[in-house]
């Protein structure tokens, strides 16, 4: 059975940092594009990285890069996002996604990922 998990989601307080993972098991991680979504209350969600298995690149939204960092441990089996310098506007619920069939032109879709873990609450907040 296919199944991603997220977790590392908190409160944290402005500039600080949390790291989330991104669980998989029945499936390899190394043959599947791996994403990370967010969705704030009352907005769409929204993509913000993934490393496609392709090329093994990590690719990034402007509003994360320099900031945020997704690797991989595929000993694991698992997906990393390190979120640094936190702002109130990543307050959010992050999920994972992953798609063995997403070229670089479908990375920002939702659609194009088959499966998705349940999602973790990130609050940041003074």
């Known amino acids: 059975q296919v199944q991603l998990q997220a977790s590392g989601g908190g409160l944290v307080q402005p500039g600080g940092s949390l790291r989330l993972s991104c669980a998989a098991s029945g499936f390899t991680l190394t043959r599947s594009t791996v994403g990370w979504f967010r969705q704030a209350p009352g907005k769409e969600r929204e993509w913000i990285s993934c490393?496609?298995?392709?090329?093994?690149?990590?690719y990034y939204t402007d509003s994360v890069k320099g900031r945020f960092t997704i690797s991989r441990d595929t000993a694991k089996n698992t997906v990393y996002l390190q979120m640094n310098s936190l702002e109130p506007e990543d307050t959010a619920v992050y999920y994972c996604?992953?798609?063995?069939?997403?070229?670089?032109?479908?990375?920002?879709?939702?659609?194009?990922?088959?499966?998705w873990g349940q999602g973790t609450q990130v609050t940041v907040s003074s």
């Open positions: 490393m496609k298995h392709s090329d093994n690149r990590p």
């Open positions: 996604a992953s798609g063995s069939r997403i070229i670089t032109s479908t990375i920002r879709m939702a659609r194009a990922y088959d499966y």
